[in-house]
């Protein structure tokens, strides 16, 4: 059997369960390579695996585990967790991996696998080739690395106080001298993996909570629910009088809120307060903040003005927690809700991220909707077509040739981005103007050149 040379992408594994690369054979496969790779020494190690609420989560959990007990490791269940969760636990617990089972914002029909090594970030791309090569071998019958004697072989075992922990570990992130009490806060669970921890935190510091999106069937994970539809949260907090609200994603690595007045408030406008907030107090590291090329413009300005340095990487968290470890950095994000707090763990975490806007907003006695106008955004437009192949953009000379009139045309005051998607079969059009008329006349110059090019439609 003869599968692609190339299954891990910017976020890890990812596609369509039952269909190469997520079936049960790749991940029993990549169960032991994780296991081959990553095992030190001849002492006991272990594995903590955790997974979304996707129906096809109870499979590759199962082909995992078997995987990684083949090698000799002994795996720790959690069962539904939040990413960042088996993220803090992997280094928590002492384990040698943490394996997360999710397809975070996609549809239930997707699910992934991400790893993150003993420190709880994710596996260096060196050491993810590494477990892909041994992936290969495996799948190709080309050879495995060497088998325990049954004796040695891995046990599973459940670990029923995950949730606990990471509870505490969260309500530790909140500033001890304050609590929730007083503030009304609806909370959309996206049907995912936050569906018991997220109130659980909220309501224990003291919150009021109106809670939806936390009845998950196996198939309704994201399904109009979550982060990308904050529209949800607004209409409550519009007809409840709700002080905010907090969507989170279906494995629960990104946030998006909404302020008392039904506006949504997005990643950037997250990491402008809270970079305000830490700068005010001495504990921007550095003053700089690391954002992603799609963060509005609008940021980069309001950040300028209060001397706090922007870095943009390419998009993908995993590159803006690269470009944060190099350089010593402690906050960072992206637009679509993952913010990075490495001071308090080591991956986007929703739950943590949404917690320090509280604090500013505790501390500072102001309402979310005064806090956002630290930021004006531009504005953006953003076009996303579905494509079959991802042929390099520089091949397309009508492409190339169209990009540098649109950019030409925009000038200094606009900004322009073409980039597939790391993760699904999508390019994306971001266009960013003082001209909204310019701007859109811009964006669909470019999409239909990108249709007559690579033959895309509108997603």
Same mark, same amino acid.
Do not use: H, W
């Given at each position: 059997m003869s599968i692609e040379r190339k299954?891990?992408? +910017?976020?890890?594994?990812? /596609?369509? %369960? =039952? *269909?190469?690369?997520? +079936?049960?054979? +790749? %991940? @029993? *496969?990549?169960?032991? #390579?994780? %296991? *081959?790779? @990553?095992?030190?020494?001849? *002492?006991?190690?272990?594995?903590?695996? #955790?997974?979304? +609420?996707?129906?096809? /989560?109870?499979?590759?959990? =199962?082909?995992?585990? %078997? /995987?990684?007990?083949?090698? #000799? @490791?002994?795996? @720790?269940?959690? #069962?539904?967790l939040p990413t960042p969760a088996v993220a803090f636990l992997s280094r928590n617990m002492r384990c040698e991996a943490g394996i997360v089972i999710s397809a975070s914002h996609n549809p239930f029909q997707d699910n992934g696998i991400k790893i993150f090594g003993r420190d709880g970030f994710k596996l260096a791309d060196a050491t993810e080739a590494q477990v892909e090569k041994y992936v290969f071998e495996v799948m190709n019958g080309e050879g495995s690395a060497p088998r325990p004697e049954p004796g040695q072989v891995g046990r599973a075992r459940r670990i029923d106080d995950a949730p606990g922990r990471y509870i505490v570990f969260l309500k530790n992130s909140f500033p001890v001298p304050y609590t929730l009490d007083g503030l009304t806060i609806g909370i959309d669970c996206a049907h995912g993996a936050t569906y018991k921890v997220a109130p659980a935190v909220f309501s224990e510091l003291g919150a009021e909570i109106k809670v939806i999106g936390n009845q998950p069937d196996g198939t309704n994970i994201n399904n109009g629910v979550g982060a990308l539809h904050p529209e949800n949260l607004a209409e409550i907090i519009k007809a409840d009088g709700v002080d905010l609200g907090l969507a989170f994603d279906g494995d629960g690595d990104r946030i998006i809120m909404v302020d008392e007045n039904g506006e949504v408030v997005d990643g950037d406008e997250i990491m402008a307060i809270c970079a305000q907030d830490l700068m005010s107090r001495g504990q921007l590291k550095k003053a700089t903040l690391v954002s992603t090329v799609m963060s509005n413009l609008g940021l980069e300005i309001a950040l300028r003005e209060r001397g706090i340095r922007m870095l943009r990487t390419q998009v993908g968290d995993r590159y803006v927690v690269e470009a944060m470890r190099a350089g010593g950095y402690n906050l960072g994000g992206e637009q679509s809700g993952h913010i990075l707090f490495l001071d308090h763990n080591t991956t986007g975490d929703g739950i943590a991220s949404a917690l320090q806007v509280l604090g500013v907003m505790v501390r500072t006695g102001k309402p979310l909707s005064e806090l956002k106008k630290i930021m004006q955004r531009l504005p953006q437009v953003l076009i996303n077509l579905k494509v079959s192949d991802k042929p390099p953009l520089s091949q397309s000379p009508a492409l190339v040739k169209a990009m540098e009139a649109a950019e030409k045309r925009l000038g200094e005051d606009g900004r322009l981005l073409l980039r597939y998607s790391g993760t699904e079969p999508k390019l994306r059009i971001m266009v960013e103007a003082l001209d909204d008329q310019m701007m859109n006349q811009v964006a669909q110059d470019l999409k239909e050149v990108v249709v007559a090019e690579l033959g895309g439609r509108e997603a």
């Open positions: 299954i891990f992408g +910017t976020d890890g594994v990812r /596609g369509v %369960a =039952n *269909a190469e690369p997520m +079936t049960v054979e +790749t %991940a @029993l *496969a990549i169960g032991q #390579g994780v %296991a *081959a790779v @990553l095992k030190s020494g001849d *002492a006991r190690r272990k594995v903590i695996l #955790g997974k979304d +609420t996707r129906l096809s /989560g109870y499979m590759f959990e =199962n082909a995992l585990v %078997a /995987g990684i007990c083949s090698m #000799g @490791l002994d795996v @720790l269940v959690v #069962g539904p």
